[in-house]
C-alpha cells in the first residue's frame, strides 16, 4: 500500500485544471498539497480498499479519465487563494501582471466555488462508472461518502 504517492503530477494538475479564468505555476505545487488533497476529497469518495488499489498503479486508464482531473480541480481549488496573495518581508503583495486588474476576494471564492463543483461532479461520475462496472472489487459503496449528502448537519442516506 502506497497511499503517500501522488497520483497526478504538479504539471498535470496545470494542465487539468488551467483555463481561461486560472493559471497556476506548477513549482509551487508540492507533494503535501495534493496528497492532502487525494486524502480529503479522493480516498473518502471511493474508500480505503479502492484508493489503495489506485495510488498501487490499478486502473490507470479509470486515474486517468475521472480521477486525475477531480484531483487536479480540488488541488487549484486549495491553492489559488494562496497562489495568488503572496507574503513577503514587506507585507501582503498580489502579484499582478501589467494587463490584468487585481482580482477580488470575491472573484477568488467564485473561482474556488465552481472548481470544488466541477470537481466533485467528476468524483460522481467516476463513482457511477465505479457502480455500473463489475472491475472495481475493492469499491465497497458503503464506504463511499459520495453516495451520502447532509443536511442541516444529518446524514441522509
Known amino acids: 500500500m502506497n497511499s503517500a504517492k501522488p497520483l497526478v503530477s504538479p504539471n498535470e494538475i496545470v494542465q487539468l485544471s488551467?483555463?481561461?479564468?486560472?493559471?497556476?505555476?506548477?513549482?509551487?505545487?508540492?507533494?503535501h498539497?495534493?496528497?492532502?488533497?487525494?486524502?480529503r476529497y479522493i480516498k473518502p469518495a471511493l474508500g480505503t480498499k479502492l484508493y489503495n488499489a489506485i495510488t498501487e498503479?490499478?486502473?490507470?486508464?479509470?486515474?486517468?479519465?475521472?480521477i486525475k482531473p477531480a484531483l487536479a480541480l480540488f488541488v487549484a481549488r486549495s491553492i489559488i487563494y494562496n497562489h495568488a496573495v503572496r507574503i513577503?518581508?514587506?507585507g501582503v503583495a498580489?502579484?499582478?501582471?501589467?494587463?490584468h486588474v487585481k482580482p477580488s476576494?470575491?472573484?477568488?471564492?467564485?473561482?474556488?466555488?465552481?472548481?470544488?463543483k466541477e470537481a466533485?461532479?467528476?468524483?460522481?461520475?467516476?463513482?457511477?462508472?465505479?457502480?455500473?462496472s463489475n472491475e472495481?472489487?475493492?469499491f465497497n459503496i458503503i464506504e463511499s461518502t459520495s453516495t451520502t449528502s447532509t443536511i442541516g448537519g444529518m446524514i441522509i442516506t
Not at 498539497?33 to 486524502?39: D, E, K, P, S
Request: hydrophobic share 40%; charged share 25%; no cysteine.
Open 18 to 31: 488551467s483555463g481561461e479564468n486560472i493559471e497556476l505555476d506548477p513549482t509551487r505545487i508540492t507533494l
Open 33 to 39: 498539497i495534493i496528497l492532502v488533497a487525494q486524502r
Open 57 to 66: 498503479g490499478k486502473y490507470t486508464e479509470f486515474t486517468r479519465k475521472f
Open 88 to 90: 513577503g518581508v514587506g
Open 94 to 99: 498580489i502579484p499582478i501582471p501589467e494587463n
Open 105 to 116: 476576494k470575491e472573484d477568488l471564492f467564485q473561482i474556488m466555488n465552481t472548481l470544488k
Open 120 to 132: 466533485e461532479i467528476v468524483v460522481k461520475m467516476a463513482v457511477e462508472h465505479i457502480t455500473n
Open 136 to 138: 472495481f472489487h475493492e
